[in-house]
């Protein structure tokens, strides 16, 4: 766990040092809630250009995924017998893990807002808002159960597959989802149409939606104002809901997986043993 907490801080730090410049581009005064809001993917439009653009600034969650992919997984591939013969309860062990991985997940994005906050503070002056406390709040939890659930997933499917394939799955899956926004552009509008509210609720199916924090809406006023760019019913707290009950799941489908798979025959990445 060690050697994993210095990987994240490292990566997080060092991705929130790169980003830093193109918050630094930002007109003056800078509040930290759109800082917080350019995390979470701001000013998304659905249009190819956007959506274009939406697809490069996902690279730190793949990077996440890529770094932990195989963190629970790596078990079943070094001396795997010899470790689980010492480890009898599969179950516990393998939410003990989650638990570990899930902190990682919300280090990471944290760690980046911070240190770009750091950063960004020393050149320019930043105005620290009330809102910006509650949008940092929603950006962490949503965005680190998506990369619980994700990265975990990828850890699952190795066991039955191999990290490779369970690695395109999973991000293609992601890219498959962003790529499919563009529907909502003429197909299923979400401006100017009579149908705004089907459309709302078919967006909801859509699990990279829920990563834009602007497109959501609160019924807290503090933050209200700063969000709900399409002015449609999408609560954070919805999607806090339905990315923490996907976690519940995957925890559940992977637990299963875990107590029914064979140590001894399962590393994929040799062919066997």
């Not at 930043?126 to 619980?148: E, G, K, M, P, T």
Request: with cysteine.
């Amino acid at each position: 766990m060690t050697q994993a907490l210095w990987k994240c801080l490292l990566f997080a730090s060092g991705l929130g040092m790169l980003q830093s410049f193109a918050i630094l581009t930002m007109p003056n005064p800078l509040l930290w809630s759109n800082l917080i809001l350019w995390f979470g993917f701001s000013n998304t439009e659905i249009i190819l250009v956007y959506i274009i653009d939406l697809s490069i600034k996902l690279l730190p969650l793949v990077l996440f995924q890529v770094i932990f992919g195989t963190y629970l997984y790596q078990r079943f591939c070094s001396a795997s017998v010899y470790y689980f013969s010492r480890c009898p309860n599969r179950i516990r062990w393998f939410l003990k893990e989650s638990v570990k991985l899930y902190l990682l997940a919300v280090l990471y994005p944290l760690v980046m807002v911070l240190t770009t906050t750091l950063i960004v503070n020393f050149i320019k002056p930043i105005d620290f808002d009330q809102s910006a406390f509650l949008l940092l709040i929603y950006y962490v939890l949503i965005h680190s159960l998506w990369l619980f659930i994700t990265t975990t997933l990828i850890n699952v499917l190795a066991i039955m597959l191999d990290s490779s394939a369970a690695f395109v799955i999973v991000v293609g899956f992601q890219l498959t989802s962003v790529a499919l926004l563009l529907l909502w552009e003429n197909v299923w509008p979400v401006v100017d149409s009579p149908n705004i509210s089907l459309h709302s609720l078919l967006l909801k199916f859509n699990p990279i939606a829920h990563l834009i924090l602007t497109w959501h809406s609160s019924n807290i006023n503090l933050i209200k104002g700063q969000i709900n760019q399409f002015n449609l019913s999408f609560d954070l707290n919805e999607t806090v809901i339905i990315f923490a009950c996907l976690s519940v799941f995957i925890l559940f489908i992977g637990s299963l997986i875990v107590k029914q798979k064979e140590w001894i025959v399962l590393n994929q990445e040799s062919g066997g043993m």
